[in-house]
């Protein structure tokens, strides 16, 4: 099994970026995929994350600024980013969750892509 992250990159701050994960080696339909970043210095913080059946939960610091979508048929997640800050600079990491509903918690995913780096200048 094997997640694979791209779409990171330097944007100015106020830019957008789409993210995208696609799983292969087995499908994830019925199971939770999420976002997670880390920041330089900094633990791995929840980002976003989207059940089987498509319900979506966000951290409280990116609410209305980022959007969470899956397409099952390609067993990609993505993740929209608009109105990115400074403070969005991280290693964005996705993974797919042990179970349909997932968890905002690190522990509760059980595969984890190598992550993409995402650079906002100010």
């Known amino acids: 099994v094997q997640l694979q992250a791209s779409g990171g990159g330097l944007v100015q701050a106020g830019g957008s970026l789409r993210l995208s994960c696609a799983a292969s080696?087995?499908?994830?339909?019925?199971?939770?995929m999420g976002w997670f970043r880390q920041a330089p210095g900094k633990e791995r913080e929840f980002v976003a994350k989207?059940?089987?059946?498509?319900?979506?939960t966000y951290a409280e610091f990116v609410q209305g600024r980022v959007a969470i979508s899956r397409d099952n048929a390609k067993n990609t997640v993505y993740l929209q980013m608009n109105s990115l800050k400074a403070e969005d600079t991280a290693v964005y990491y996705c993974?797919?969750?042990?179970?349909?509903?997932?968890?905002?918690?690190?522990?509760?995913?059980?595969?984890w892509g190598q992550g993409t780096l995402v650079t906002v200048s100010s």
């Open positions: 080696g087995r499908t994830f339909s019925n199971n939770a």
């Open positions: 989207i059940n089987w059946g498509g319900g979506k």
């Open positions: 993974a797919a969750s042990r179970g349909s509903y997932g968890s905002t918690l690190s522990y509760g995913y059980n595969y």
